[in-house]
């Protein structure tokens, strides 16, 4: 038979084992891609988020690719990426609820102000990313699996070029360089290397070191650059915290959320603009 003193303790363990749970397990973990968090939109629009719900959100920042990979393994409650076939993948694959389009931009390629290709100007990404390599001007690529890095090798695809295939085969010379890191060490290699590279517009918009480097080519339909969000399916994790993890949905695609994304501006220029009306998006 407990005494009272035991049943004390035993009452103030188990108020402990509730009490903090609804009160610190009101946040959730976005995982994301580098251009949200290092464009500052998360900063613009999470502060937001938390005084309408309450909801704590704490990004991690990685490549899309490592962004699914984290959702896949529980340690996220929703991903918030970019790359569209990656994430209809995820959801097929029973690791995601469902894909919302949330918000789009597009990428653009950044290059020396002396432009050594001869390409500054052009619409036509695929002819420009051909004259960069028939002319073996350097080049730098992320070659880190993220959203940017898949959009990069479907543009080089789209000239009729291998990049995958030519890499492995050592066929490309010392023009082209992956260096398997972030959009920000990309930009950042580029200018100390007087290369070109692929960015998303917002982290150039955002990038404080531009030094040298300059928009080259815009424009073209194919740099079209779409944004998802998917909720971690709490059937493969239990963890999930699904009802904060959805309200962070809802909110994004609700017209708050997408006012919110649309009034994020640096320098009176738009960095994203808001889609989640569009089903197909």
Request: proline share 3%; charged share 25%.
């Amino acid at each position: 038979m407990l005494n009272r003193r035991t049943l004390i303790a035993a009452l103030a363990l188990g108020l402990a084992a509730v009490v903090p749970a609804t009160a610190q397990d009101k946040s959730i973990v976005v995982s994301s891609t580098t251009s949200t968090q290092d464009s500052g939109l998360f900063g613009h629009i999470l502060p937001l988020f938390k005084a309408k719900t309450g909801i704590e959100v704490k990004v991690v920042s990685q490549g899309t690719g490592q962004a699914l990979d984290t959702g896949r393994r529980g340690d996220a409650d929703v991903v918030f990426v970019h790359a569209k076939s990656q994430e209809e993948k995820f959801v097929a694959d029973g690791f995601g609820v469902k894909r919302s389009p949330v918000m789009y931009n597009d990428f653009v390629l950044i290059g020396p102000k002396s432009d050594p290709a001869g390409i500054k100007g052009s619409k036509d990404i695929a002819k420009a990313l051909i004259t960069i390599k028939d002319k073996k001007a350097p080049f730098i690529s992320r070659g880190d699996k993220s959203g940017t890095h898949a959009a990069e090798l479907g543009l080089w695809k789209a000239a009729s070029v291998d990049i995958e295939k030519d890499l492995a085969s050592k066929n490309l010379g010392d023009w082209y360089k992956a260096i398997g890191q972030g959009m920000g060490a990309a930009l950042n290699t580029a200018g100390s290397s007087n290369a070109y590279v692929l960015s998303d517009r917002a982290t150039w918009i955002s990038f404080k070191n531009k030094g040298d480097l300059a928009i080259v080519v815009e424009g073209d339909k194919r740099l079209f650059n779409q944004y998802g969000v998917i909720l971690v399916n709490p059937a493969k994790h239990a963890t999930v915290k699904k009802e904060f993890g959805q309200q962070f949905i809802d909110w994004l695609t609700s017209p708050e959320g997408q006012k919110a994304i649309a009034g994020y501006k640096i320098n009176g220029e738009q960095l994203f603009y808001p889609n989640a009306d569009d089903a197909g998006a």
